[in-house]
């Protein structure tokens, strides 16, 4: 009997652990891993970059909690993956990176697409893993548990074709010391005692837990409690964004120095998985910020009033059986402030080049999309805008990157969410600069069969950029570019395109969609002069 090569023994691994895709762009040192995943149920799904195929497996790892599997090549394939993997590492998302590198004989000899893979991952991975025929499936098994385990996020494994193809040898794997989590209570006293004194308390609802599961606990405090609270936007829908408590989104999304405001004037906020990896603001360093998560916050000289690990829907039971709360928020002041958040968006001025303002638009998606609907977005002005007015109504309806925030993320978020949910509404939205970025995914898309819906926001320039510039009073340099016409590209690609410069016609785009499914592409004409609320 043949023993099993290494790749074999990795395809298998994953399989066993719930992989069924691995995302990426071939080389001839990795035929034969795709060979064996293919052979072993895991489907190879080509992209047209390897930074696309990490952005998918990461979103496939948010969605599930199964790591995402991406895959690459030696040298550039490879390095075209670090996007992608920086991205989970900052957004928290469980990923397993594989690339090939040089085989042994020539790894000393030769620079030919040789780098030092590993090394280069090593910041941005929770770890490098070398696999070399020693301990293949338990190497792989840790790195599976690893990228699962708090804090979650990527692993990276390099695996030299020579290697791949010769026979598994038993061994220990890389010796990880995943010992037992332990649950840290202590603080529960103290986080009740600080809320039950507390004339003004917000609650702050981030990703340091378990969305899916911890999201009906979350909405029962919140509306037990009856505090306010804020969100920030990789944690939308997790909390009820309906309900008479929420007063928005918070962490660079439009308008939100108003709840920032809010925030810094409170006298204990309360974090609920809140992780400040989302936040490029400063109002939680000097807070009285008390915090429930799945992991410690505390990072440098900074630490939180107190935090309980843990469990979140266990310990948020144990903080409300101790805590008698009582607090000065009024109905009318919640509305209010919710109030003023709404008009700090809203255009005050006409468009100056005919197009419409990106604030109707997405008012419109809300109208028209069902509760149901996936929202995936890209990074620019329009990312902060519908991280503050799409109503998310469960833990999975809105995919954003908020850690590193990388352009390019939302057109494979999309194509993702779509693959991993056939039955339901995927909506991307998208600027045109981000849109460009990703574009050659449309035939990926195709191939596979998918049918989301993907908005361009067309206005010819980085918006975001522009605001910074301005704020800065600095000449808008490298910032615009020329008009695409994003409907007949997406013809080309075989989907669907359509254009719009109104809202009556997005409108009729969007109906049409809901009632037809197919793979179409929304190009809407907007004013970048209309985007309101925005701060850099």
Known sequence: VLSRTCAVAVADTLFRSGVRYAFGHP???VVDLIEALETRGIKFVLTGHESAAAFMAATVGRLTGV?????????????????????????????????????????????????????????ICKASISLDSQGTETAVREAISLAKREIRGPVYLSLPNDVAVSPEVGGEGCGFKLDQKLADTRDVGE?????????????????????KNDSGSVRRFLAVT?????????????????????????ASAAADAILVEQLKSSDCLLGIGFDPVESSQDWHYDAPLYNV??????????????????NVSNLLKAVLKECDLETEWTARELDAIKFSIHQAM?????????????????????????????????????????????????????????????????????????????TRPVVGVFGDGGFGMMVQELETAKRLGLSPLLIVLCDRTLAVIK???????????????????????????????VSASSLDATAVAIDRWLAEPELTVLSVAVDDGLYVGLTY
């Open 67 to 123: 790591p995402g599997v991406c895959l690459a090549t030696l040298g550039p394939g490879a390095c075209n993956l670090v996007l992608g993997v920086g991205c989970a590492y900052l957004d928290r998302d469980p990923l397993l990176a594989i690339s090939a590198r040089t085989i042994g004989r020539l790894a000393e000899v030769s620079e030919k697409q040789n780098l030092q893979l590993n090394e280069m991952f090593q910041p």
């Open 27 to 29: 080389g001839g040192e």
């Open 191 to 211: 986080i009740s005692k600080a809320l039950g004194s507390a004339a003004r308390p917000i609650a702050v609802i981030g990703i340091a837990l378990d969305a």
């Open 346 to 422: 809203l255009p005050t001025g006409s468009s100056r080049t005919g197009g419409l303002s990106p604030f109707s638009v997405m008012d419109l998606l809300n109208t028209l999309l069902p509760e149901n609907t996936i929202v995936a977005t890209d990074v620019g002005a329009h990312k902060m805008l519908i991280s503050q007015t799409w109503n998310a109504a469960t833990p999975d309806g809105f995919l954003v990157t908020n850690g590193l925030s990388a352009m390019g993320y939302g057109v494979p978020a999309a194509l993702c969410a779509s693959l991993l949910n056939p």
């Open 226 to 250: 009856g505090i306010p609270y804020v969100v920030l936007p990789q944690a939308k829908g997790i909390a009820d964004e309906s309900g008479p408590g929420y007063l928005g989104t918070v």
């Open 467 to 497: 605001i910074a510039q301005d704020m800065r009073k600095i000449p808008n340099r490298g910032v615009d570019f020329l008009q695409v016409d994003w409907a007949m590209v997406a013809q080309g690609f075989g989907a669907r395109g």
């Open 293 to 310: 998560a799945n992991w410690s916050i505390a990072r440098g000289a900074f630490r939180p009033e107190a935090e309980c690990l843990g």
